[in-house]
């Protein structure tokens, strides 16, 4: 079912040329024009150059180590798209999301702003509520018409959804949408938050968990006060952070699973990024997952400024070898779409299927460490230590054909368990049953042993979400990560946030001024009492 690249050799679909230089399509950082783009190695850097007809010449640097991009680049996988588009293709990419018939990927996660009101005035935030001058706030009809909407696509129902916005926890219907979700079956649901209620309110984490919430998302910046002076607005929120961490972890009867979601900026936090996997190794029981997010930048920033000052991919790489020992290599490192190759051998094998994410290789990278006491010792060792991945991938991609092609289960699995030898458990303590994890993940597709097998170990990720200066087309068309919006489109994320900028669109046709907000509030508030008075 794929269209599988293995370093550079197989791209049966067109548009993604491996290999340097490379010409693409981008945007113009001042008025937004699509511009010609090309992406070339300069110093070990890689660079993305354009020129606009009306504002001149932009460079950028797209990932800041060629050795990082390179090794991500032999992981490029194409995905089979969506069977039931939502638009067609009029102007070209990326001005018909979406999903329109050229987007390579199905849904691997899809954010649903709630509102675009927030509890707090971060200086970086790119949905930028508080600025807006309007506000965003699709009811509670609309919320489950868009999880309907992602619900439907084909062949794989998006399985996760992730409230967003604004600050999600506010929004007047909370518990009732995280509810709602649960009744059209989305297997993994998660807030993007700030902390700030999870922290105040004592019982809202257990609320969020008995309604049905998977994972929190928490925005966390580092420890240093500076960090969030500069990021927050906020010299002491790392409070309200630990705060909230240690209410998710008092959630009954387990606690709630909790993604630490650093935004990376240099000068600012970088120099954290170590300390927050160690704090996250020392938190297994709440903390599942560190996620970095390179900061993106907007507004017009001189050359130079830019040049120095963007923290990409391959320098949370470097940053991660020198400031910690966890892991051995930059190559401990795979790219996102290395994930689809589970699931496309899960889908061979069950004739099913499955979610795959299959983003372009240039967007984000992942690893898992383990943590395990030797001789009362604490140890922690990347993924790579005790798996070939390489081997394991290699040969799975090789076998793919076939499998596609097979027509009995036990033959097919048969052939898959071949893989198995590319994992040595005898480096770990009762092999922590990895291996039969793994088998048991290909064998039935089953989410809960992705889950067992995360609670194994800390998962490490980061993605580079794509501004206008280093906006390029060929890793749009391939995006995972998508906005259900209330016109009944699935837009990539790096699309509505940028590039054509469908957020600000969007939000304006289905906003309210603040006054007619204060209203509806009002409105809502004497309805709340209203039910309350009858019950
Ligand atoms: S980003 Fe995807 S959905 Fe949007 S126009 Fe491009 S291919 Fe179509
Ligand atoms: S959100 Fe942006 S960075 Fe992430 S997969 Fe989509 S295009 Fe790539």
Known sequence: MLKRGFKGKVIQSHKLKLGLPRITVSTCPICGRLVPARVFERDGKVIIEKECPYHGHFEDVYNGDVEVYEFMEKWAVDGIGLRNPNTSVVKGCPWDCGLCSLHFSHSGIVNIDLTNRCNMRCPICFANAAAAGYVYEPDLEEIVAMMELVRSELPVPAPAVQFAGGEPTIYP??????????????????????GLKLAEESDFCQRMADAGMNTVYLQFDGFKSETYAKARGDPNFLEVKMRAIENCRAVKPSPLATVLVPTVLRGVNDDEVGQIVSFALDNLDVIRAVNFQPVSLSGRIPQEALLEGRYTLGDLVNDLLAQTDYFNSKEDFFPVPVAGIISELASAILNKPY???????????????????????????????????????????????????????IFKLLRAKRLLKYIDEGKLPQGMGIKKLLWSLIGTGKREYLAKFHWNSLFIGAMHFMDPYDYDVVRVMRCVVHYATPDGRIIPFCSYNTGPTYRRLIEMKFSMLPQAYSRRVREIAAEAVVAKGSV
């Open 173 to 194: 219907h909370f518990f009732e949408v995280i509810r709602e979700a649960k009744r059209l079956g989305f297997s993994q649901i998660q807030v993007a938050t700030n």
């Open 355 to 409: 979610v795959a994410f299959t983003s372009s290789p240039y967007c984000g990278l992942a690893t898992y460490l383990f943590k395990y006491s030797d001789g009362g010792t604490e140890k922690v060792i990347p993924i790579t230590e005790f798996v070939d991945v390489e081997g394991f991938m290699r040969e799975a991609v090789e076998m793919l054909p076939d499998l596609e092609k097979g027509k009995f289960k």
